[in-house]
């Protein structure tokens, strides 16, 4: 975070959790914030510590040439803007939702006079404005209205640009996100194993996060081959090896008794690999295969 931001004034629409968060760290920095909310009790405990309750949607815009939205889905930000006067404005949408509702929207912020920055959270509400939390945002779009906003925009959180292309930024959350979902999934799996033994579920959590951090170089292995286009360089554990290991890995989850509808489709993706004679590679080529093809 970036408190030492000269304060700037801003209008932020939408108080709900991360709303509500990203609103405290501009007030705590001494920014002269102007919010409006669907339900307007949510803006009391705002306006209490020198936030401007705006009455209106299009009096909350007027006030300030920066805009952020921190809405629930694309929708809502389209209906909350709707007929709202946006010419000269500076739209920083960091309400999460696909790179191409991004897109869309930033041809309909720009028919409307106004330039568009989205953004994606990789944080969560209790992590905004705290010093040293990790929490930061992809940004991506107008380049222009970025730089003009860059310091106010670094004060809740890091500010990582990722482009021009408006759907940069959701593209890099929901892929972050999307990985996360992964992992969720494996220690889901992992949980379910051990579940009716004898071990603590905190002993176990202590190990998955040393296992899952000390594998996470992986991804950079798979970066590399993406890059070069040879796929066998620098493996260690190679596939064949791997989907010997998955065999193991089942009999292990019928045992205990637990489904293995978590790791299958991950497994007979790699399996078809292995049968295509490709088993001295590792799992990238698992990305062609989910293409339909090499890129
Ligand atoms: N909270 C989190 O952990 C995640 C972290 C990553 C980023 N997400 C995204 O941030 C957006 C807002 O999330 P939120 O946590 O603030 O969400 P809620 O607490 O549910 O608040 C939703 C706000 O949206 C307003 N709203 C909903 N529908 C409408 C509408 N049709 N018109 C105008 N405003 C609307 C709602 O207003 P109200 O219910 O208080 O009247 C809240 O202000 C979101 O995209 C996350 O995916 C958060």
């Known amino acids: ?34 919010v409006w909310n ?7 405990p705002l306006a209490a510590r020198g936030a401007t309750a705006a009455a209106s949607v299009a009096s909350a815009v007027a006030a300030n040439d920066l805009v952020v939205l921190c809405l629930l889905d694309d929708a809502s930000v389209r209906s909350t803007l709707d007929g709202v006067d946006l010419t000269g404005k500076d739209l920083v949408n960091l309400t999460t939702g696909t790179p191409g509702g991004a897109r869309a929207l930033a041809e309909w912020a720009a028919a409307r006079g106004a330039r568009f920055v989205d953004g994606g959270i990789m944080a969560v509400p209790q992590m905004i404005g705290v010093p040293g939390s990790g929490a930061y ?26 482009g021009e292309d408006p759907g940069f930024a959701a593209l890099h959350d929901v892929a972050l996100l999307s990985a996360m979902t992964g992992m969720f999934a494996g220690v889901t799996h992992a949980f379910a194993l051990t579940r ?72 007979r993706l790699m399996r078809q690999l292995v049968d295509d004679g490709r088993g001295d590679e590792d799992t990238t080529g698992v990305v062609d295969l989910l293409l339909g093809s090499r890129v």
């Open 1 to 34: 975070t970036d408190n030492a931001a000269s304060p700037t004034g801003l209008t932020l629409l939408g108080l709900g959790a991360m709303g509500t968060a990203l609103a405290s760290a501009w007030l705590d920095s001494g920014h002269d914030l102007t």
């Open 38 to 44: 669907r339900t307007p009790t949510r803006a009391e």
């Open 137 to 162: 945002v992809f940004y991506s779009g107008s380049a222009a209205a970025f730089e003009a906003h860059r310091d106010v925009l670094a004060v809740p959180a890091g500010t990582t640009y990722v």
């Open 196 to 267: 009716k033994e004898n071990i603590a579920p905190h002993e176990l959590a202590e190990l998955l996060s040393g296992w899952l951090t000390a594998m996470s170089g992986y991804a950079r292995g798979i970066a590399e081959h993406l890059a070069s286009g040879d796929y066998t360089t620098g493996v260690t554990s190679n596939l064949a090896m791997m989907a010997e290991g998955n065999a193991t890995l089942l009999a292990t989850a019928e045992e205990q008794g637990v489904s293995p509808e978590l790791l299958l489709p991950f497994m």
